[in-house]
């Protein structure tokens, strides 16, 4: 995933890797299902886009889903036991969060926080990072 993050970089579609936003697809059906359960809202922590240091990702169920992305940049690669992963780079989608910079589609729409992305607000109003299960 790197590996076209960094191509993309290179070719000046993004500066840095919270700019991007990241297609996945794989083959393996045990993969594409990890894949998805780590897309689900609810595990901020664990979510692929933190993971990756994206601003997003977004999780295709087949093959024919990847040319609709719009994905400038693309890697395909197979790996033993794992199938095949296609990975496709674009811009990230939304505006920029002053605050953690990562874009979202929702910085904006918040009156009295304008320059925030929905985490940020609730941070920044409800004093604690949601979503957070620290395990004991």
Do not use: P, Q
């Given at each position: 995933m790197n590996k076209v993050v960094e191509i993309a970089r290179v070719g000046?579609?993004?500066?840095?890797?919270?700019?991007?936003?990241?297609y996945l697809y794989s083959s393996d059906p045990n993969l594409l299902r990890r894949f998805q359960e780590m897309f689900v809202p609810g595990y901020d922590a664990d979510n692929l886009?933190?993971?990756?240091?994206t601003s997003q990702v977004e999780v295709l169920p087949s093959m024919e889903h990847?040319?609709?992305?719009?994905?400038?940049?693309?890697?395909a690669y197979s790996a033993?036991?794992?199938g095949d992963l296609w990975i496709g780079v674009s811009r990230a989608d939304g505006a920029k969060c002053e605050r953690c910079w990562n874009y979202s589609q929702v910085v904006g729409s918040f009156v009295d926080h304008p320059t925030l992305c929905e985490r940020c607000y609730k941070v920044i109003m409800f004093g604690s990072t949601p979503n957070i299960v620290v395990a004991v």
């Open positions: 000046k579609l993004i500066g840095a890797s919270l700019d991007a936003k990241v886009h933190r993971i990756f240091i990847t040319s609709s992305t719009g994905a400038a940049f693309t890697g033993a036991g794992m």
